[in-house]
């Protein structure tokens, strides 16, 4: 059964099993004044209302998103292509315009990949660049880390420390992460540190 766990008002998470990465990993249902928005969705809980737009962090996390009968799924311009061979039909691209829920989308290191900043929750949306605790591979305690470097392609962990330091500048109080733990306090201090 999915748990779902309500992380600030009008924010759910829930985690369910990937069976290619072997652990629980996090989706995420956020209440806007445009509608229900899910992040990343894998195994939607029962009961949660049909979701008006899906928002994708990058390719990989395509999981549930082409079965659900969401009016708009969003993605990176640089990621649609491999989203599509996986089945999803992205119709809005992220950088073309307003996200809905004034959801802001920064673009990473990492070919193809975009975190969110959810203004009202005070939360960053990360997929695969930033790791919690607890998460594969190399599971540390500290509360966030970057993902490895060979996951970055070309790009560093110096580019990608460069890519997420806007986030610095937002009133962080939650980093979200996919794998691993969320961070739900003090979530600007862990970003800081993995950034530095």
Known sequence: MTLVATVAPG????????????EEVASLAVE????????????????LARPDHVLLTVFWHVRSAASLPA????ASKRAVRRLRSRGAQVTQI??????????????TAR??????????????????????????PHATADPLRLCP?????????????????PLLDLPVQR??????????????????????
């Open 175 to 196: 980093v979200l992460v996919s794998h691993g733990e969320p961070v739900v306090r003090a979530g600007k201090r862990a970003l800081a540190e993995v950034l530095v």
């Open 94 to 107: 992220v950088e073309d315009g307003p996200l809905p829920g004034g959801i802001r989308a920064f673009p």
């Open 71 to 74: 009016a708009d799924v969003w």
């Open 11 to 22: 924010l759910q998470r829930w985690t369910a099993w990937h069976e290619e990465w072997k």
């Open 111 to 136: 070919d193809g990949e975009v975190v969110y900043w959810l203004p009202q929750q005070k939360a960053v949306v990360a997929g695969d660049v930033l790791l919690g605790a607890g998460a594969k």
């Open 149 to 165: 470097e060979r996951w970055l392609g070309r790009a560093s962990h110096d580019d990608l420390r460069t890519s997420l330091r």
């Open 32 to 47: 806007t004044d445009d509608g229900l928005v899910v992040i990343d969705p894998i195994d939607p809980p029962r009961g």
